[in-house]
């Protein structure tokens, strides 16, 4: 589903919802998406098959040999930049659409907002994950596009952390980062690219309240 979001804050939309942009995610272990050429890293365990962490970038290992970077149409290092790859028009105004969110490592900066994961509320169409709507008392998520990645990380637990506060949830559905405004996603635009868009208890957990007026927390 689409995430409602705010007016007077980034990317804001309805003045319904805070945002929060200063959210750390981390993937626990399972979940964990690894870096391919020149995508950022911390250790070479965050870095894809035979390629070592240098310079907090992914690269070839010279011990190996390989020239998996090296070699041709390799990746640039501007590719962790995830430039939108088109638009699209909703309600009148214009929205930037996303096929990839920024990469994944020990922790990643996300923005938070809130989703219904209930029959009839602002999520639309059932989660993607199972076909199924949610209770909102469940800690689930929906994680923008790129991060969903077409379902790998389905089911899987990811750490939320905000002004000092954790928990956990489970990931259930798509942000969708490239569609929007029809019945699927309950008439809303498409998401941003770094959005993890929370049930009411992931909110109550971290002691946050999504009607909230405030507008950047």
Known sequence: PANPMATAAISSLKPRLPLLSLLLIAL???????????????????????LICTGGRCSDDP??????????????????????NGSMECKGESYATY???PPVFASTEAIFTHNDFSEGGDGGWPSKCDGKYHNNSEPVVALSTGWFNDRPLCF??????????????KVVDECDSMRGCDDEHAGQPPCRNNIVDGSIAVWDALGLDPDATTDNV
């Open 28 to 50: 626990l272990p399972s979940a964990i998406a690894l870096s391919s050429c020149y995508g950022l890293c911390s250790a070479s365990n965050d870095c894809e098959g035979q």
């Open 63 to 84: 011990d190996v040999g390989a020239h998996i970077c090296s070699g041709a149409g390799s990746a640039s290092k501007d590719d962790d930049n995830c430039s939108p």
């Open 99 to 101: 096929t990839c969110s």
């Open 156 to 169: 899987k637990m990811i750490s939320i952390t905000y002004d000092g506060r954790s928990t956990t949830a």
